[in-house]
């Protein structure tokens, strides 16, 4: 039963005082996704998409949502660096813009990037549809804050046949504060007809003290636009991190997702993406690799709505120590969505006894002449290959150390940023248990 | 160099070899022949430190060392190696990678200098030329997709590469053409020196012809029943395994 009283982290954000905007539209939206997470607090484990990730332990804490030192608080630009991504950047710490760690200057022709607290200084209305909305499901409590206090977050518009070739680098930080912080960001991300965007975003921070952040992006694709999206989520073993991603493609639109679940205390990322018009195309990779106490729960669910629609996603999750991971892949094709062509595959590694991976494979079919593939394993390293590499002279814990990271690659394979692909490739090989 | 004694081993409780003793020296290449569950594929399995094996009596001494007591890797930086009768695939491990991750543990095991990639490339080309084998195969992920010529040249390649004391070949001519067959032995006879010692496990003799041995064994229910030199192979062409058991009635002491 939700108990909402029971909930010092509901409490805590609801004393909290919202943003202002002046913006009325806004500020309704702002006290009915309020007056929504105040009723119906956290979701238990009652609710079907929350089953295996439990928020009881959070639940008991306090977070505030003011920090008045984020805008001066010291980040080291240098731990945000990714080879391979140099292009516009815009740097968000507990939740704030900071402009002086973003890289603004010199836009490439047709891109719009600018913070949110700066677009709706300015005509707040192309914002309308995305911020006014209300989230009605029983499990949409971090959704329905994010909407009720983000202050901040991204906008970015890519007009109607612009390429923008180098990656826009969005990053959220979670920095040191005097208290356990709560923040949230909101995006709102928008690619035009025939108009291409390569994004890379990326989650760091550096420890104390324990954060609770949220981050909901909405991205329209419109006819034909391509969008290329990176995601390294490193985000200090302190941080609690929910996020939701809705992607919306039209006709002929094309998303090429690449998420890295890496780092975070517990994690939780709803990806939803409805491909609406025909001929849209997905193709998601993904790797979560929880370690220590971490968990990290992957929600995909994506909605064939249109003639010819395709998806093809590949994740895999590799868990060590005692740690958890979650993922659910949940895959409809509606009436009327004839010659979809619909690809999930979810395979698992447990590195240690204590470790734990649950994944839901779904798949729903109302449409003619579908072709639809499905599969999820759980399992553990390969006997044969170990002793192979082993028997080559390569110890036990780098044996499984290469294995690991080869089963991790699957992911990686098509990352056409080369330098990035290298980036991330060190960079799993470093999360893995040391050889 | 090798020393086996009275060796016995179970696997799932069963036992397959049943007091083995066989000597090898360095420079020899000996062949193990014998009809299919006599122990050869257990013999090659126990010598590389495969799990699941449990030797219940008798000694495997390797240059004075107690082989059965070390670990796969160790036996491998020590000089042991064994050529797999099914290599496995290992997709998203590059071959190149694995070798020289191969090459450089056993080096460090043994207190030498690693090899960057430039060492490596060149000691690679070396052994390539040897081999005759396309460095196509080096930019693939490890077996993977290869054929079965291409995966028992590969295992040459990688004893080529990694130089090992004693060599292990288990059926290694099992599932290939005659013109494999004639590569993966002239690779074999390339490798032949007075330091090192072959043992060669194999149901057919005709990689005999290719590869001459100095010792043939005789391998049935778990022992060795037989030695001789190359014409006892021929003879077991000739006659069969089934002359083998008329000679050699189980039970019977060789």
Same mark, same amino acid.
């Not at chain 1, 991504?85 to 836009?107: I, K, M, T, Y």
């Given at each position: 039963?939700?108990?909402?009283?029971?909930?010092?982290?509901?409490?805590?954000?609801?004393?909290?005082?919202?943003?202002?905007?002046?913006?009325?539209?806004?500020?309704?939206?702002?006290?009915?996704?309020?007056?929504?997470?105040?009723?119906?607090?956290?979701?238990?484990?009652?609710?079907?998409?929350?089953?295996?990730?439990?928020?009881?332990?959070?639940?008991?804490?306090?977070?505030?949502?003011?920090?008045?030192?984020?805008?001066?608080?010291?980040?080291?630009?240098?731990?945000?660096?990714?080879?391979?991504?140099?292009?516009?950047?815009?740097?968000?710490?507990?939740?704030?813009?900071?402009?002086?760690?973003?890289?603004?200057?010199?836009?490439?022709?047709?891109?719009?990037?600018?913070?949110?607290?700066?677009?709706?200084?300015?005509?707040?209305?192309?914002?309308?549809?995305?911020?006014?909305?209300?989230?009605?499901?029983?499990?949409?409590?971090?959704?329905?804050?994010?909407?009720?206090?983000?202050?901040?977050?991204?906008?970015?518009?890519?007009?109607?046949?612009?390429?923008?070739?180098?990656?826009?680098?969005?990053?959220?930080?979670?920095?040191?504060?005097?208290?356990?912080?709560?923040?949230?960001?909101?995006?709102?991300?928008?690619?035009?007809?025939?108009?291409?965007?390569?994004?890379?975003?990326?989650?760091?921070?550096?420890?104390?003290?324990?954060?609770?952040?949220?981050?909901?992006?909405?991205?329209?694709?419109?006819?034909?636009?391509?969008?290329?999206?990176?995601?390294?989520?490193?985000?200090?073993?302190?941080?609690?991190?929910?996020?939701?991603?809705?992607?919306?493609?039209?006709?002929?639109?094309?998303?090429?997702?690449?998420?890295?679940?890496?780092?975070?205390?517990?994690?939780?990322?709803?990806?939803?993406?409805?491909?609406?018009?025909?001929?849209?195309?997905?193709?998601?990779?993904?790797?979560?690799?929880?370690?220590?106490?971490?968990?990290?729960?992957?929600?995909?669910?994506?909605?064939?709505?249109?003639?010819?629609?395709?998806?093809?996603?590949?994740?895999?999750?590799?868990?060590?120590?005692?740690?958890?991971?979650?993922?659910?892949?949940?895959?409809?094709?509606?009436?009327?969505?004839?010659?979809?062509?619909?690809?999930?595959?979810?395979?698992?590694?447990?590195?240690?006894?204590?470790?734990?991976?649950?994944?839901?494979?779904?798949?729903?079919?109302?449409?003619?002449?579908?072709?639809?593939?499905?599969?999820?394993?759980?399992?553990?390293?390969?006997?044969?290959?170990?002793?192979?590499?082993?028997?080559?002279?390569?110890?036990?814990?780098?044996?499984?150390?290469?294995?690991?990271?080869?089963?991790?690659?699957?992911?990686?394979?098509?990352?056409?940023?080369?330098?990035?692909?290298?980036?991330?490739?060190?960079?799993?090989?470093?999360?893995?248990?040391?050889? | 160099?090798?020393?086996?004694?009275?060796?016995?081993?179970?696997?799932?409780?069963?036992?397959?070899?049943?007091?083995?003793?066989?000597?090898?020296?360095?420079?020899?290449?000996?062949?193990?022949?014998?009809?299919?569950?006599?122990?050869?594929?257990?013999?090659?399995?126990?010598?590389?430190?495969?799990?699941?094996?449990?030797?219940?009596?008798?000694?495997?001494?390797?240059?004075?060392?107690?082989?059965?007591?070390?670990?796969?890797?160790?036996?491998?930086?020590?000089?042991?190696?064994?050529?797999?009768?099914?290599?496995?695939?290992?997709?998203?491990?590059?071959?190149?990678?694995?070798?020289?991750?191969?090459?450089?543990?056993?080096?460090?095991?043994?207190?030498?200098?690693?090899?960057?990639?430039?060492?490596?490339?060149?000691?690679?080309?070396?052994?390539?030329?040897?081999?005759?084998?396309?460095?196509?195969?080096?930019?693939?992920?490890?077996?993977?997709?290869?054929?079965?010529?291409?995966?028992?040249?590969?295992?040459?390649?990688?004893?080529?590469?990694?130089?090992?004391? &004693? %060599?292990?070949?288990?059926?290694?001519? #099992? =599932?290939?053409?005659?013109? $494999? /067959? @004639?590569?993966?032995? +002239? *690779?074999?006879?390339?490798?032949?020196?007075?330091?090192?010692?072959?043992?060669?496990?194999?149901?057919?003799?005709?990689?005999?012809?290719?590869?001459?041995?100095?010792?043939?064994?005789? &391998? %049935?229910?778990?022992?060795?029943?037989? #030695? =001789?030199?190359?014409?006892? $192979? /021929? @003879?077991?062409?000739? +006659? *069969?395994?089934?002359?083998?058991?008329?000679?050699?009635?189980?039970?019977?002491?060789?």
């Amino acid at each position: 039963m939700s108990q909402p009283a029971s909930q010092p982290l509901v409490d805590s954000l609801l004393d909290a005082p919202l943003p202002r905007s002046g913006i009325a539209w806004l500020d309704d939206a702002r006290q009915q996704n309020l007056k929504a997470f105040a009723t119906s607090g956290l979701p238990d484990a009652r609710v079907e998409a929350w089953k295996y990730t439990a928020l009881r332990a959070l639940a008991q804490r306090r977070f505030s949502a003011v920090d008045v030192a984020a805008p001066q608080v010291a980040v080291d630009a240098a731990s945000m660096a990714l080879l391979g991504v140099d292009g516009p950047r815009l740097v968000f710490v507990n939740g704030v813009f900071r402009a002086e760690l973003s890289e603004l200057a010199g836009l490439p022709e047709g891109l719009t990037l600018q913070p949110l607290s700066q677009a709706l200084a300015g005509d707040a209305e192309p914002l309308r549809f995305s911020l006014s909305r209300h989230y009605r499901e029983p499990g949409d409590a971090f959704a329905r804050i994010n909407a009720a206090s983000a202050r901040d977050g991204v906008v970015l518009r890519v007009a109607a046949n612009a390429k923008i070739a180098r990656p826009v680098h969005l990053v959220f930080v979670a920095a040191a504060a005097e208290v356990d912080l709560a923040w949230h960001a909101r995006n709102v991300i928008e690619v035009g007809n025939g108009a291409e965007l390569n994004l890379v975003e990326q989650h760091l921070g550096s420890g104390e003290p324990v954060h609770l952040a949220t981050l909901v992006s909405d991205i329209e694709l419109h006819e034909g636009a391509r969008l290329q999206h990176t995601v390294l989520q490193n985000a200090a073993t302190s941080t609690n991190l929910f996020r939701r991603s809705s992607l919306h493609l039209q006709a002929r639109a094309e998303a090429t997702l690449h998420v890295f679940e890496l780092g975070g205390a517990l994690v939780r990322h709803d990806l939803r993406v409805e491909l609406v018009g025909d001929g849209a195309h997905l193709h998601t990779r993904g790797v979560f690799m929880p370690h220590g106490r971490q968990h990290i729960d992957t929600q995909l669910a994506i909605r064939h709505q249109a003639l010819n629609t395709t998806s093809d996603s590949t994740w895999r999750g590799v868990a060590n120590d005692r740690a958890r991971g979650v993922f659910r892949g949940a895959i409809v094709v509606a009436p009327g969505a004839d010659g979809s062509d619909a690809n999930l595959s979810n395979k698992n590694l447990l590195l240690s006894p204590g470790a734990e991976i649950d994944t839901k494979p779904e798949l729903e079919i109302y449409a003619d002449e579908v072709k639809a593939a499905h599969g999820a394993t759980v399992g553990q390293l390969d006997e044969r290959s170990l002793f192979y590499l082993r028997s080559r002279g390569i110890p036990l814990a780098e044996a499984r150390a290469v294995l690991t990271a080869a089963f991790c690659r699957a992911v990686l394979g098509d990352l056409p940023n080369e330098a990035l692909r290298e980036h991330l490739s060190t960079l799993l090989v470093e999360q893995l248990p040391s050889t | 160099m090798l020393k086996i004694e009275n060796l016995h081993a179970r696997v799932e409780g069963k036992e397959i070899l049943k007091g083995l003793s066989l000597s090898v020296n360095a420079g020899e290449v000996h062949a193990i022949m014998g009809p299919n569950g006599a122990g050869k594929s257990t013999l090659g399995n126990v010598l590389s430190g495969r799990d699941g094996y449990e030797v219940t009596e008798g000694t495997v001494s390797y240059n004075g060392m107690d082989l059965l007591t070390m670990a796969p890797e160790a036996r491998a930086a020590t000089g042991v190696f064994m050529a797999f009768q099914y290599p496995v695939e290992i997709p998203g491990v590059n071959n190149t990678y694995f070798l020289r991750a191969a090459l450089n543990a056993q080096r460090k095991t043994r207190g030498e200098k690693a090899l960057d990639s430039m060492q490596f490339l060149k000691l690679v080309r070396e052994k390539l030329k040897v081999m005759q084998i396309s460095d196509e195969l080096l930019h693939r992920a490890v077996n993977e997709g290869f054929s079965g010529g291409e995966k028992k040249r590969n295992e040459i390649f990688q004893m080529a590469v990694l130089e090992p004391k &004693l %060599a292990i070949l288990d059926e290694t001519d #099992s =599932g290939l053409d005659i013109d $494999a /067959l @004639k590569q993966v032995a +002239q *690779g074999v006879n390339t490798l032949r020196s007075p330091e090192r010692a072959f043992l060669m496990i194999t149901h057919y003799q005709r990689l005999l012809d290719y590869v001459v041995p100095d010792f043939v064994h005789v &391998l %049935a229910d778990g022992r060795i029943v037989e #030695s =001789g030199d190359k014409s006892l $192979a /021929l @003879k077991l062409e000739e +006659q *069969g395994y089934a002359g083998l058991a008329e000679r050699h009635p189980a039970g019977a002491v060789a």
